[in-house]
């Protein structure tokens, strides 16, 4: 019986097939371009764009989690990054211990940085990361017992909306100052770096690369598949109603801060394993990826490729970040007015991203035949139409009204409070 | 003593009436200082003290340093310097007389006679200047290298001292000076009169006579002066925190104070409001450059002008955006946020990406002594009112003025302002007009005190949200109470645990109480439905 629903779930969801089918030939070709191919032949990657593109499938992975928590149950985290970065620092970590004597200081045990503090002991918890299940397992836990933690408590005493939001950041920000400080044992403003070699293979070879990169297109599937089966079971459909209306939902009976809480960690894991694969590619994990700006970047591929689609969240950060590639090489003091500009243009314009574009455009022709040639409509049209969000906390205003006139109700809810 | 009064007397004089005597008789009173017996040198020093002439110390200073000199030729005294093999030589008034080989020179060699004179004779030109700062830190400076042969120079001067101020410092120094060379009862009065004085040389003093004093009643009392003052320091040193605490409160408070008007007020999360802040600085900046000549009242002038220029900008992203999205408080936050990477991009593209200057006026720099251990600095202390100010302008603004009325009204019911004939959305632009004007005005207040760069608001905006949540949405007395608890709490911490880890747990505390709390510490009464 569930099989075949997962089949059917398989057979619904084209793009998502696509997709798929697209990240697997990926996982299959770039390895393959890149080590049978000579420099020189056409069809030759070298180890800068293999490496460049398993960033991306990174970055795509982190916005699946990204879009499973903000696009179908509408917890805007602005902290998600922090949970990558752990991930991040859990696997760096792992890539430390495994430098060994090879070291500036060639102290077997302890790392550079902590030779260089005149530390004489491993601190305990950097025990066992010479193992790498232990590692592993830690890439998946730390983000989970933080997300668990914080989550919690959060909605347990019911934190919702922006407030939610704003403590996610202050959450995060938390964070980078921490890990910023020496005696955190973390390697401090540096972070960790200088890795080695990871199970054994060299991380400079580019086989090493490719098979990093294959793993990181197999994750994003795996992430992928993981996602759509929660958003498509019964569970999913909780959520959805909870994004569109969390009270609802909790008088219907449904304990919501449980749902959430599930959903949030879930997400925060995939968020970990982003960044544990993310490192050993670029070679490098400092505080600089807890800053706020990360996490609200994430929030941006998912807003740009399209929130409540799992596809969407994948093309949104894959265009974003190939933006921002090419802006940052060729005009990099235009990137900013690029990003800035995109998250203006996105909230106003395209609610539900490039992926919804189509469905909108169509709308707009069917809405402009019906009225005639109302010129004023689009702009404010396409504000209301965007999905119910979770209301700002204290507000007492009553349910969106989805269909109703542009401006003059929605102005109501937005100052309805105090 | 007789002659130290003979001098007091004759200098007394000297300093009202004789400032035309003619330079050649100094010189001929110095010219004992070439003598050979030290007598003809002492006699001679009297002779220079009789003449209030700035030669005296540069010359007393000079032996005293062993750098005064005479030139065997003419016999002119002369500061030398080594340089190298031979030795620069410059004359008393600090013109320069070029190099000069050893063999040409003499110095004039001092004993201990000699010094205490000298050491007397500089103290004396120093306390009896005419400026009561100068006698007053000529009495700072003796106590800091305290002599018993002092002692009757001070008891001199505390006779004769007019400023309430000066006399009180020259007791203190008397007090020192007694407390090591006293009798006991002199001795015991001492370090009952030093118990509570705070500057360094008293309580070192104290501690010094407390482990050499033997008689036992005087040590009674060294005992419990010493123990009062390690209690004042310690609570000298609270107050300073304190103080500390409450300008960044001050500071929180302004950045937040124009979030609590457009966040709690209007229910707008705005994002760019770090960035308004950024563009107040800048004002402050552009301000400064267009009246150079004027820095002194640049502030006064950037107040209103970064008011209108953030105000300005805030209706502007009112108007462009933010109407928009009225009720869709998610989307604001990354509309505005998006803006004010736009805003930070816009500045450093036109700015460049580093800090700017911006001058600190005189009037704000320097600080104002309480006591030795306790200073307050000026540019902290005008910040903490200039917050206070600014708060209660906008409390009155928002409770007594029409269009505080009006914005009250649009907040509280939209439909009814707007049938009441309120413009609501006149009213919304205004607002957030008024709330990012608020912004830049804080801008001002922190060019004062941080770099003025493109990056200035983003350190400011997670503080100002949390100032704003910890004190409840939609209350400007709760602002008011969090940013000076956040800030005090944020400086009281710090001596325990360093700065980074202070802010880290003031971040920890405010997620755990939104957990307890989820609307502040001031939350609205009312019953309220999310969705």
Redesign the interface.
């Known amino acids: 019986m569930s099989r075949s629903i997962i089949v059917s779930f398989l057979m619904r969801d084209k793009v998502g097939n696509a997709l798929l089918a697209v990240l697997l030939a990926l996982a299959i070709i770039v390895p393959f371009c890149s080590l049978v191919f000579e420099p020189g032949d056409t069809f030759y990657l070298s180890s800068y764009w293999v490496t460049l593109l398993g960033k991306y499938l990174c970055y795509a992975l982190l916005a699946v989690a990204v879009d499973l928590v903000w696009g179908y149950c509408g917890i805007l985290s602005l902290g998600h990054g922090a949970f990558f970065a752990l991930g991040g620092y859990a696997m760096g970590m792992y890539l430390m211990r495994q430098i060994g004597e090879r070291g500036v200081y060639a102290n077997p045990l302890l790392p550079d940085f902590m030779v260089f503090l005149n530390w004489t002991e491993l601190p305990w918890y950097w025990q066992g990361f010479d193992m790498f299940g232990f590692a592993m397992l830690m890439v998946l836990l730390v983000p989970g017992a933080l997300a668990f933690l914080f989550g919690y408590l959060a909605f347990r005493s019911r934190v919702t909306g922006v407030y939610l939001s704003i403590i996610t950041q202050a959450l995060t920000y938390a964070l980078m100052l921490a890990f910023f400080r020496n005696d955190m044992g973390f390697g401090g403003n540096n972070g960790l770096t200088d890795f080695k070699d990871i199970l054994g293979f060299n991380l400079q070879h580019s086989g090493t690369r490719a098979a990093l990169f294959s793993l990181s297109a197999l994750a994003l599937a795996g992430g992928y598949l993981l996602c759509r089966f929660i958003v498509n079971s019964k569970l999913g459909r909780v959520l959805i109603a909870i994004r569109d209306s969390e009270s609802r939902t909790r008088f219907i009976g449904y304990r919501v801060e449980r749902f959430k809480l599930f959903v949030f960690v879930v997400s925060a894991m995939l968020a970990g394993v982003a960044g544990a694969l993310y490192v050993p590619q670029v070679g490098i994990i400092n505080p600089g990826e807890f800053a706020p700006l990360n996490s609200i970047e994430s929030i941006v591929w998912v807003a740009v490729g399209g929130r409540g689609t799992l596809f969407g969240a994948i093309f949104g950060a894959w265009m974003v970040n190939f933006g921002k590639t090419w802006f940052t090489g060729a005009f990099p003091e235009l990137w900013l007015f690029f990003l800035g500009g995109l998250f203006v243009v996105t909230t106003l314009w395209l609610p539900k991203g490039v992926v919804g574009l189509s469905a909108q455009l169509s709308k707009m022709r069917r809405s402009k035949a019906a009225s005639g040639a109302n010129t004023e409509a689009p702009v404010q049209a396409q504000a209301v139409e965007a999905e119910p969000q979770p209301q700002q906390a204290s507000q007492v205003a009553p349910e969106p009204d989805k269909q109703a006139e542009p401006t003059p109700k929605n102005l109501d809810q937005g100052a309805a409070n105090v | 003593m007789k002659t130290m009064l003979n001098k007091l007397l004759g200098l007394v004089g000297l300093v009202v009436l004789s400032f035309g005597v003619l330079a050649d008789d100094w010189q001929q009173a110095a010219s004992g200082l070439t003598g050979k017996s030290s007598n003809h040198k002492l006699a001679a020093i009297e002779a220079m003290l009789e003449f209030d002439d700035p030669r005296n110390a540069v010359a007393l200073q000079g032996m005293l340093d062993a750098e005064l000199y005479y030139v065997k030729a003419d016999r002119q005294l002369v500061i030398a310097t080594k340089s190298g093999r031979s030795f620069l030589l410059t004359d008393l008034q600090g013109e320069s007389l070029g190099e000069v080989a050893k063999s040409k020179i003499k110095r004039i060699t001092v004993n201990n006679r000699i010094r205490r004179e000298i050491r007397s004779g500089l103290a004396m030109m120093a306390l009896a200047g005419p400026d009561e700062d100068a006698r007053f830190s000529a009495v700072r400076s003796l106590m800091a290298n305290v002599e018993a042969e002092q002692l009757p120079l001070v008891e001199q001067r505390l006779v004769a001292e007019t400023s309430a101020k000066v006399q009180d410092k020259l007791r203190e120094l008397q007090a020192i000076i007694l407390l090591e060379n006293g009798d006991d009862a002199q001795r015991q009065s001492s370090a009952e009169f030093l118990g509570g004085r705070m500057d360094a040389p008293s309580r070192n003093a104290l501690l010094r006579a407390q482990s050499d004093e033997q008689n036992a009643e005087v040590l009674a009392a060294i005992n419990e002066s010493v123990a009062r003052n390690q209690q004042l320091l310690k609570l000298n040193r609270a107050a300073e925190n304190l103080y500390f605490g409450l300008s960044l409160g001050a500071v929180l408070l302004l950045a937040a104070v124009g979030l609590a008007i457009t966040f709690?007020?209007?229910?707008?999360?705005n994002m760019a409001h770090g960035e308004m802040i950024m563009l107040g600085a800048y004002t402050t900046y552009v301000v400064q450059q267009l009246m150079p000549g004027h820095i002194e009242l640049s502030l006064v002038v950037a107040i209103p002008a970064a008011f209108l220029v953030s105000g300005a900008m805030g209706v502007l992203i009112e108007r462009g955006?933010i109407?928009?999205?009225?009720?869709?408080?998610?989307?604001?936050?990354?509309?505005t946020?998006?803006?004010?990477?736009?805003?930070?991009?816009?500045v450093?593209?036109i700015f460049g990406p580093l800090n700017q200057a911006v001058i600190t006026p005189q009037w704000l720099s320097g600080s104002l002594e309480i006591n030795g251990v306790l200073a307050l600095t000026y540019n902290r202390l005008y910040i903490i009112i200039f917050s206070f100010m600014v708060v209660a302008a906008l409390w009155l603004l928002i409770s007594k003025t029409f269009f505080g009325l009006q914005v009250r009204a649009?907040?509280?019911?939209?439909?009814m302002a707007?049938a009441m004939g309120i413009r609501?959305?006149w009213v919304?632009a205004m607002t957030f007009g008024l709330g990012s004007g608020v912004a830049g005005i804080a801008g001002v207040a922190l060019s004062q005190l941080t770099n003025v760069g493109p990056n200035l608001g983003q350190n400011y905006i997670?503080d100002s949200?949390?100032v704003v949540?910890f004190g409840g949405?939609?209350n400007l007395f709760g602002t008011v109470v969090a940013a000076m608890t956040l800030g005090v709490a944020n400086k009281l911490a710090e001596p325990f645990t360093g700065a980074?880890?202070a802010?880290?747990l003031v971040?920890?505390f405010?997620?755990?109480f939104?957990?307890?709390r989820?609307?502040g510490m001031f939350a609205?009464k009312?019953r309220?439905?999310?969705?």
């Open positions: 709690g007020v209007m229910g707008v999360i955006i109407r928009f999205l009225y009720g869709r408080p998610l989307e604001t936050l990354l509309a946020f998006g803006l004010s990477l736009v805003l930070q991009q816009l450093r593209s649009v907040t509280q019911n939209r439909a707007n609501s959305s919304d997670i949200f949390m949540v949405v939609g980074v880890l802010k880290i971040l920890v405010i997620i755990l939104i957990q307890k989820p609307r609205l009312g309220m439905v999310e969705d």
